[in-house]
């Protein structure tokens, strides 16, 4: 049974629990299409990917910090190991998890594709890159590509033999997409040529695929400045003949990897479109339409870092919690006689805190990500057209606190999961300091943690009126009432710290929508990001709380270990009252205040 | 003049200011002891250190990172320029800086003997650490040695020839020195035979210094069981004849060296004594008074890695102050027209609170360590006693957060600081990322940050009865008094809001006292952690409100560059009022509820 696989990848309870027993999945084989599919389906396809992360995976994942890609003869060199680490993936057919017959695919639900995308992540989240930016990659041309595209692309993409990137950014627009200044031009062939720099391509170039998809963001001439100026292009590295055999190298160069602090498995990589002649590309979708097309894959992508933090957060939990049950140091504070053997560390209270927030962090961020991938199945199987306009509501409100709160927090398990073991924590001898490098970028790309905050509180609060805001106010409402009409005094006052929480960001987003309204803009998003930290502390508390009420609910009449299970989740729900949700009104006071200090502050007075 | 040499180690105005407007250290002159010096001679030593730094020190920084240390035929290699780099050091007598003319010392006070350590710790961390563990090893010999152990290691230390280092951890005796169970035997000779393996020793060995002087502490046969039993030993790495030649080797052995994520320059060794016939050990002091004596080098090391911690923060907020001022990116949120130029970073409000935050953090631990540095010098030229006391008592109290809050928040600024650099912060072409890493040591050892925290709550506040936390409070509600009284309506507030948190640490503390008292140990201080944050931010909230009452009193009468450096003191006091200070409450929370939900938490609850 799958339950029993020990694992320091993931504990297979909590996830069976969040999957059925906090987010119900398995009502999804209620619907058709899923109809194939049962929990042991799902279950199945998990145990599959944690014996393939397990044995394929997690044991290179040192190797591959060690060493990192090189630039050698205008390729790129990297480990054998690498490439059959991905095989295997690619063989066993990962690579479709989430697509259905047509592409060979398992046909999971979202929820359950991500599931077992986590595996891979904790395992060895560097590796893990190709085939998440393989899968985005395909999933865009499927949206928005034309029947041709799909036939020339998608198979072997959701094959594993042709691996996607995202090429957006350029050494001059990072953060800025506005300022991309990669050109295309038409032929008459109808395909355009491509000509510019692409920056921080990760998976840009390697050898590990037969062939390489960029997706690139590029001007066409006369097209407006700005984002709205944008189209999107397929550029392969190599061009694909009508028979569908690999032709010539397309102009596409590698011009230099960069070297990371972590996440050395993933290469990253300048890029060199039309060099020489151009490079051939094919335009997806209409002209000028190139950014809302790629920001289905970026919006995937989001969702796909905060998994991959949560996960790196949830390994090194399990590795500083083993720790923390052998390793024999000190005594406790009322009983210091030296005559009697030292305790294990996880008996001091102050490890235990430390194990705490982990468990809090690592667990309620896999719960914030599976559930927004659950959101997403919702609104594909949602039966009205109103019910669906929710769903995206709510997971486009959700997405900048899925892809950070994961990552900012995911680091702070990191650096605890490095305390808990003291000295060999911070060497090379254990895999805490590198999940913690490697977990450091989960701020940075697909949108900085400052570039999600404004995206919360601009797009998703003022700008759409508090929609999304009020059909999860009134989700949370609906946890907070059960928790009210259960009798247990506990789950009372968490209701009711949780909704004075959510009354003070209401009351804060509310000042905030007047001002900017007011046309003070800039004033008015100026402390953007406390307020993204004190919403993702009140999801992940909401989120806690719906967890306890479940073990309220079950606790009576479970066995020894699952007792134990559920007042692990119990505690860490107390937890999370106690010592996180507190955090919020300090965040806040600086948005409440409405502070002008950062506003005012002047370059020449640092 | 000093002022104008530009530095990214520490903004010499900065330094100034904390040194002689908040600390006023130029006082310290009027003291006999001090007579000689001025604040010329105190602004050339600075200047001297600087220059030091930042030819020699700062250059190699990124060269120790990629050439860690190797074991090679049993010796320890590491590139020739770290040989040079400290010969530099010890040629400008920088060993000696806080001593006087009997060690042909440059006489310094305490305070400006650490300015002139800070300017070393920015410019290269691992590599202070050799002066820094040698001064205070010198140190300790000089307070508890005999004259003749004084006359035979304290030249030569002092002199920078020989190196030191402290060998207390063990690899079944980390945080809990009750558990060395290393042992030392008494020769007939007054000498004895040292047997065991220290562990986490920093500069334990290498081929830098003629001879390595290891204070190691032992245990005596038939001695108390704890840290009662431990006495404490010189053993030097070369035996020392009478004419002070170097003689045979000791009985110690490099046993091998761990390898660490960050601080790679240093050295950092499992050091095997007594493999043949005992390692020749000297007696500090008496039998089991061991420990004791060690603690003088203990607290001198905990302020030295608080002030290591601030520098790493300095040195990388001044370095993204440089990149946000030049790195074009993006547009104001209320005028987005891509035909524009784009904007410096800096001039985005979000990037000025990442900027305003690492100022807060880094200027704010600069004035704490150098305030606790000032409390030395305070003890020493106290006229009676009971100020001596005082000054002690203050000292005792602050320590653990002189130690921890740096090391906390150093890490936070550096975070940040790769965060202003967006992607590029993140690879090893700049040297965030090797801050980060660096900075990520000092949370661990001199005492983890938990270890720091039960310091503060159970020995410093519980045990002492508040005696130190009263004298600490007597001196805020004068910084509080004086900011009512001046008039403005801004410090005013932040004084009400300073006293507030005060009160509530005292409340807090109090009822944990009064838990502790009555027996209930283990549960008063299992929530020491927060405590230690609350209490940390509240005494930098301090430091800030005395900084913005000295900007209060002489911006009206500044001239223009000045007046720049005055507003930017006075909006990172705006920061800390309104973005830091708030955050204790939430610290406070589970303190003042006195939750049991860590204490609770069972092992196999996980």
């Given amino acids: 049974m799958s339950a029993a696989i020990p694992s320091k990848l993931v504990n297979r309870r909590d996830l069976a629990f969040i999957l059925y027993e906090l987010l119900e999945s398995e009502q999804l084989t209620a619907v058709r299409k899923y109809a194939d599919h049962s929990r042991d389906t799902f279950e199945a396809a998990l145990d599959a990917a944690q014996r393939l992360a397990e044995a394929e995976f997690a044991p290179i994942n040192r190797l591959l910090d060690q060493h990192e ?3 050698v003869d205008g390729k790129v060199r990297q480990p054998e190991a690498v490439r059959r680490a991905l095989a295997a993936y690619r063989d066993a057919g990962f690579f479709a998890a989430g697509q259905d017959d047509v592409y060979g695919g398992m046909g999971l639900p979202h929820v359950i594709a991500q599931a077992v995308q986590a595996m891979f992540n904790a395992a060895n989240i560097s590796l893990t890159a190709y085939p998440f930016l393989t899968i985005g990659n395909a999933n865009l041309i499927r949206t928005f590509g034309t029947d041709e595209q799909r036939r020339t692309w998608l198979p072997a993409l959701y094959g594993g033999r042709y691996f996607g990137t995202m090429c957006l950014s350029e050494p001059q627009a990072g953060s800025s997409l506005a300022d991309v200044n990669t050109t295309a031009r038409p032929c008459e062939d109808g395909t355009y040529r491509v000509f510019g ?41 190599f061009l694909v003949k009508a028979d569908g055999t690999l032709g010539a190298r397309n102009d ?3 011009a230099g990897l960069n070297h990371k602090m972590g996440y050395r498995g993933t290469t990253n990589c300048v890029l060199s479109f039309g060099e020489s002649d151009g490079a051939v590309g094919y335009l997806v979708s209409e002209p000028h ?53 030292q ?28 559930y927004a991938a659950s959101l997403i199945d919702q609104r594909e199987t949602a039966s009205t057209r109103d019910e669906q306009r929710k769903y995206g509501a709510l997971l486009e409100l959700l997405t900048p606190v899925v892809k950070s709160w994961p990552a900012q927090w995911g680091l702070v398990a990191n650096d605890l999961a490095i305390q808990v073991h003291g ?17 450091r970028l989960n701020a940075i790309h697909e949108g900085t943690h400052g570039i999600q905050a404004l995206d919360l509180l601009g797009r998703k609060t003022v700008h759409d009126r508090l929609e999304g805001f009020e059909e999860l106010a009134a989700h949370l409402a609906r946890t907070v009432r059960a928790a009210h009409h259960n009798g247990d005094a506990r789950l009372a006052r968490w209701a009711r710290e949780l909704q004075s929480a959510l009354d003070r960001l209401r009351h804060v987003a509310t ?19 406390p307020y993204l930290e004190a919403f993702g502390h009140v999801i992940v508390a909401w989120l806690w709380l719906r967890q306890a009420l479940l073990v309220h609910a079950h606790l009576d009449h479970a066995n020894a270990d699952e007792r134990a299970f559920y007042l692990g989740k119990w505690q860490a729900a107390a937890y999370v009252f106690d010592f996180e949700l507190p955090k919020v009104e300090g965040w806040l006071f600086p948005v409440a205040r409405q502070s002008t200090t950062t506003l005012d502050m002047r370059s020449e007075w640092f």
Same sequence: chains 1, 2.
């Fill in 197 to 237: 720099q692409k920056m921080w391509i990760s998976g840009g170039d390697h050898e590990l695929a037969e062939n390489i998809v960029h997706l690139v963001l590029a001007r066409l001439a006369g097209a407006p400045a700005g984002t709205k100026g944008l189209s999107l292009f397929i550029v392969p590295k």
């Fill in 289 to 341: 339409k190139g950014l809302a097309c790629m920001f289905q894959m970026m919006n995937e992508a989001r969702i796909g870092v905060g998994l991959g933090a949560a996960m790196l957060a949830y390994t090194g939990y399990l590795h500083s919690l083993e720790y923390a049950r052998s390793r024999p140091q000190g005594r406790p504070p009322a009983s210091k006689d030296p005559s009697c053997p």
């Fill in 343 to 370: 305790i294990p560390i996880i008996l001091h209270a102050d490890v235990r805190r430390m194990l705490l927030a982990q468990k809090a962090y690592a667990e309620g961020a896999l719960a914030l990500c599976l």
């Fill in 511 to 529: 000042l905030v929508s007047r001002k900017a309204i007011g046309g003070a803009v800039e004033e008015a998003l100026s402390n953007a990001t």
């Fill in 252 to 254: 596409v160069a590698l």
């Fill in 423 to 439: 000295g060999y924590g911070y060497t090379r001898d254990y895999p805490l300091e590198q999940f913690y490098r490697d977990n």
């Fill in 69 to 71: 890609p090189e630039f």
